[in-house]
């Protein structure tokens, strides 16, 4: 007899209860797939202010697990206190009204209030994530008519919001993110949320607040086109913009997630903007004879300023660039003047894999500037990585690095370590106050530059080369460098805490 018992307070069957099993499972798959959508592209909408960071990224993940549980437990209580058909068309429809919005809200708040964005990225995350893991709970409670179908429904409607999930986080960061600007994709859940709510509405003949959200969702699409923040273009991973110099014609500067990442000037590829390139330049002047071809690798692309630099002034050198973000390669030939036949080859690929794919003892230079939002990838830090960037050179190669850094410098000792556990010779270009020069003085942080080689490094033709440029920066090593290094830990595969040991500044990037 109980196998058969109604469940207390199911009162008629799934069809008078107006929810089929076909709905019920379109309604748990499409919110349980909105809410990883949403948690993804709040990623990217916080990269610009915040950084891609592993703090970011686990803040925005612990949001949305907790508005995972939140939704799930006031789901179920309020599926059990009130009828559950006038808590889904509402559930939907808020969510698709704040999702709507929250591109808008965000870089609104970041512009004029940023000391409310953490609060408001939170509560754009939380709110419509809590509101679309209620109708899970909600949609079992009203499939739930007979104890005897209890561990068959909660499983069918547990396994669909997981495909759901699987299925949101997928579309999201294999199609969504590469095809549609992150605005539009969230514009578009929130319309498709609101017409989830008008279609529940109109079946259950229940709740009337659709008009007044689908105007809110309206009004979330204009306040985006009129938002702080706007992009040029929106690629894999940045927010991307070319701003031209007002100084100079024929200069650019590329920002990527607010950021100044590279300069070019694209009539004169020799012109050097920021210290740190010119830094860079100066190394390698002084590390070959003047003129002379090599054979390059760049872990990173930008703007390709320097590849630009080695083609101008050493001509026949050959350049391979690993370049992760494709958008950034089609802005660098669309807006930036990249003509083919430069000696410029960029293949779109993550730097360690670009690096574990060139042959022993194949490059003069390795130029090491990639970065992702405010700090180099931790992957291209470590020893191991190192190990492979002193395999592809020759046995009198270079391999130069940016590092950005601030407060105590911390990330850039450790990597300076690193790099001294691998080569034979190791030198730190930067302002006096950062690289110990002045004991005295407390370390502002910034550009560092480093040179790593199992050849002597040429000090005084550096420091010439630096002075010439008038960077202002000085070159150091030895016991110098032993003292400023300290005691930090060298950085491995299983020991990389970038993130927490870069201290980062809201000054810009290129200095």
């Known amino acids: 007899m109980t196998g058969s018992s109604s469940l207390p307070g199911a009162e008629g069957s799934p069809r008078e209860h107006g929810l089929g099993s076909r709905a019920a499972a379109a309604l748990v798959f499409g919110s349980s797939a909105a809410v990883l959508v949403v948690e993804i592209v709040a990623l990217r909408l916080l990269a610009p202010y915040l950084g891609l960071t592993l703090e970011t990224s686990t803040m925005v993940i612990g949001i949305a697990l907790t508005a995972i549980a939140v939704g799930s437990w006031l789901g179920g209580r309020l599926a059990d206190q009130v009828d559950p058909r006038r808590l889904i068309g509402p559930s939907l429809g808020v969510s698709g009204a704040v999702v709507a919005l929250t591109p808008a809200v965000l870089r609104t708040t970041a512009e004029w209030a940023p000391a409310m964005l953490l609060l408001i990225a ?39 919001g997981t495909v ?13 993110v590469s095809r549609l600007p992150v605005s539009g994709i969230l514009i578009g859940l929130g319309t498709l949320l609101l017409v989830g709510s008008a279609l529940t509405e109109w079946r ?5 607040g659709t008009p007044a959200l689908a105007l809110v969702v309206v009004a ?46 694209v009539d004169d590829p020799t012109f050097l903007e920021f210290a740190y390139v010119r830094a860079i330049a100066s190394a390698v002047d002084a590390a070959f004879p003047e003129g002379e071809p090599l054979a390059a690798h760049h872990l990173g692309g930008g ?32 807006r930036l003047g990249l003509r083919p036949g430069a000696g410029i080859d960029v293949r779109v690929e993550d730097g360690r894999l670009g690096l574990r794919a060139l042959a022993t003892d194949s490059r003069d230079l390795v130029v090491g500037d990639a970065f992702g939002g405010v700090s180099v990838p931790w992957h291209l830090t470590t020893a191991e990585a190192m190990a492979d960037v002193r395999r592809v050179l020759e046995p009198d190669g270079l391999y130069v690095a940016n590092l950005i850094d601030h ?34 003085a407390t370390p502002d942080g910034g550009n560092l530059v480093v040179l790593a080689s199992d050849r002597p490094v040429d000090l005084r033709a550096t420091q010439e080369a630096l002075d010439a440029r008038r960077t202002g920066w000085q070159i150091t090593t030895g016991d110098t460098l032993t ?8 950085l491995t595969d299983d020991y990389a805490p970038v993130d927490q040991l870069l201290q980062p500044s809201s000054t810009r990037r290129g200095r």
């Open 122 to 160: 939170s509560l754009t995350i939380l709110v419509p994530g809590a509101l679309l893991s209620a109708v899970t709970p909600i949609v079992t409670k009203l499939r739930l008519t007979s104890l005897a179908e209890t561990g068959t429904v909660v499983g069918r409607l547990s396994g669909v």
């Open 407 to 440: 407060g105590g410098l911390d990330f850039a000792r450790a990597e300076v370590a690193t790099l001294g556990r691998t080569f034979e010779h190791v030198a730190l270009v930067g302002d006096p106050v950062d690289i110990g020069a002045d004991p005295n």
């Open 204 to 208: 259950t003949r229940r709740w009337s």
């Open 483 to 490: 003292a400023w290094i300290d005691d930090a830990r060298p």
């Open 164 to 176: 759901g999930a699987i299925v949101g986080t997928v579309l999201t960061g294999f199609v969504l």
């Open 220 to 265: 979330g699409g204009l306040g985006t086109a009129v938002a702080p923040g706007g992009c040029d273009a929106e690629t894999r991973y940045h927010c991307a913009r070319v701003v031209a110099d007002p100084d100079r014609d024929s200069g650019r500067t590329l920002v990527l997630d607010g950021l100044r990442h590279s300069y070019v000037d």
């Open 303 to 334: 703007g390709l300023t320097l590849p630009r630099y080695l083609a101008a002034t050493r001509p026949g050198t050959r350049s391979l660039v690993s370049e992760i973000d494709s958008g950034v390669v089609r802005i660098d030939r669309e």
